[in-house]
C-alpha cells in the first residue's frame, strides 16, 4: 500500500525571502557545575533560543518572571532584558542557540514573536523532536565538516519554525493594566539604574503609593524594585567584564558601585564567585 501525502504551502511565509536566519553558535551547559547565573542583560545583535531538556529554573524576560521545567522553550528576543537562575542539579541539560538574521514578516530583526507573548512555551508533544534537533545541530556543528555549518543553520531553521508554530497557536496574552504598570516601573528603572534609588525616589517620579508600586511590580517581575535594580547592575557588571579590559573597581563603579568591596559581596552573592573567577571562568577557563 503506497500512502501519498501532498506537501500544500500556505500563504503564510515563515521567514523573509530575502534573508535566512544563520546559526552563530549553539551551547549545551550539562550537570550543576554549569548552573552559574547569568544575571539582568540583553543581546542588541541577535535572537537566543534554549531548550530546558532536563532540569529547572528561575527566568525573569522582559521584566516577567518565569518558572521553566523540563521540556519549555526560552525565547529571547533582541533587545529584551533577561536574568538566567537555573536550578543547580545533576541531571541539568540546558541547549542554547545564537541567531543572527531572524525576519519574520511584519516583526524586527531577531524577534519571533511579539511583546504581548510569553516568553516561555512547553514544547508538549515536540520534545522528543527537539531533543532530537539539538543532538543532531551539536553533533554537526561539534564535527566541523566541510558542510556542517550549512547543515546547522538549516536545521536551525526547521527549529526556528516548530517554534514559531507553537506560539502562533497561542493566542497573544491580552495586557492588563497591572501589566501596562509593571513595565512603565520597569522601564523607569532600567533608565535610572545606575544611580541611587530609593521606593520614594521612584513612587514620586512614577506617582504612584509606594504600597502599590511595590505590589504591582513584584507580581509582575517577582522582585521588588531594589532587587531589580541590583540584577540590572550586577548583569551590566558581568558583561563589562567578558567584552571589555575594565578591572573589577572600575566595573563596580562604571555601574553605580562607589564602594567596590559592596560590589565584590553583592557579586558574589547573585553569581556565586567573585568578579575576578568569574571573568577567568568564561575567557581563560574554569577557576
Known amino acids: 500500500m503506497i500512502t501519498f501525502c501532498l506537501n500544500q504551502h500556505s500563504t503564510l511565509r515563515g521567514f523573509d525571502?530575502?534573508?535566512?536566519?544563520?546559526?552563530?553558535?549553539?551551547?549545551?551547559?550539562?550537570?550543576?557545575?554549569?548552573?552559574?547565573?547569568?544575571?539582568?542583560?540583553?543581546?542588541?545583535?541577535?535572537?537566543?533560543?534554549?531548550?530546558?531538556?532536563a532540569g529547572s529554573g528561575i527566568y525573569n524576560i522582559d521584566g516577567r518572571g518565569y518558572q521553566v521545567k523540563q521540556g519549555d522553550i526560552i525565547l529571547f528576543n533582541a533587545h529584551v532584558l533577561h536574568d538566567e537562575n537555573p536550578a543547580?542539579?545533576?541531571?541539568?541539560?540546558?541547549?542554547?542557540?545564537?541567531?543572527?538574521?531572524?525576519?519574520?514578516?511584519?516583526?524586527?530583526?531577531?524577534?519571533?514573536?511579539?511583546?504581548?507573548?510569553?516568553?516561555?512555551?512547553?514544547?508538549?508533544?515536540?520534545?522528543?523532536?527537539?531533543?532530537?534537533?539539538?543532538?543532531?545541530?551539536?553533533?554537526?556543528?561539534?564535527?566541523?565538516?566541510?558542510?556542517?555549518?550549512?547543515i546547522g543553520d538549516n536545521l536551525l531553521g526547521v527549529l526556528l519554525l516548530l517554534c514559531r508554530t507553537l506560539w502562533m497557536e497561542n493566542k497573544p496574552e491580552p495586557e492588563s493594566?497591572?501589566?501596562?504598570?509593571?513595565?512603565?516601573?520597569?522601564?523607569?528603572?532600567?533608565?535610572?539604574?545606575?544611580?541611587?534609588?530609593?521606593?520614594?525616589?521612584?513612587?514620586?517620579?512614577?506617582?504612584?503609593?509606594?504600597?502599590?508600586?511595590?505590589?504591582?511590580?513584584?507580581?509582575?517581575?517577582?522582585?521588588?524594585?531594589?532587587?531589580?535594580?541590583?540584577?540590572?547592575?550586577?548583569?551590566?557588571?558581568?558583561?563589562?567584564?567578558l567584552s571589555t579590559q575594565l578591572g573589577v573597581t572600575e566595573v563596580a563603579n562604571a555601574v553605580g558601585y562607589d564602594n567596590v568591596n559592596n560590589f565584590h559581596r553583592i557579586f558574589h552573592n547573585l553569581v556565586g564567585i567573585p568578579p575576578a573567577r568569574y571573568k577567568k571562568f568564561w575567557i581563560g577557563g574554569k577557576p
Open 177 to 241: 493594566k497591572n501589566m501596562l504598570l509593571g513595565q512603565r516601573i520597569k522601564d523607569y528603572i532600567d533608565d535610572h539604574y545606575k544611580d541611587e534609588m530609593t521606593l520614594g525616589s521612584i513612587t514620586s517620579a512614577l506617582n504612584m503609593s509606594p504600597f502599590y508600586l511595590a505590589h504591582v511590580f513584584k507580581a509582575y517581575s517577582g522582585y521588588s524594585p531594589k532587587q531589580y535594580q541590583t540584577r540590572r547592575r550586577i548583569g551590566e557588571a558581568q558583561n563589562l567584564l
Open 17 to 53: 525571502h530575502a534573508v535566512r536566519p544563520r546559526l552563530t553558535f549553539i551551547c549545551k551547559a550539562q550537570g550543576k557545575d554549569e548552573a552559574i547565573p547569568r544575571v539582568m542583560h540583553k543581546h542588541d545583535d541577535r535572537f537566543e533560543l534554549m531548550f530546558i531538556r
Open 88 to 150: 543547580a542539579s545533576d541531571d541539568l541539560l540546558i541547549f542554547s542557540c545564537g541567531v543572527e538574521q531572524l525576519k519574520i514578516d511584519g516583526l524586527p530583526m531577531n524577534v519571533l514573536t511579539s511583546r504581548t507573548q510569553p516568553a516561555v512555551m512547553p514544547s508538549g508533544e515536540f520534545y522528543d523532536e527537539f531533543c532530537q534537533m539539538f543532538d543532531r545541530i551539536w553533533s554537526h556543528v561539534h564535527s566541523e565538516r566541510v558542510y556542517s555549518a550549512e
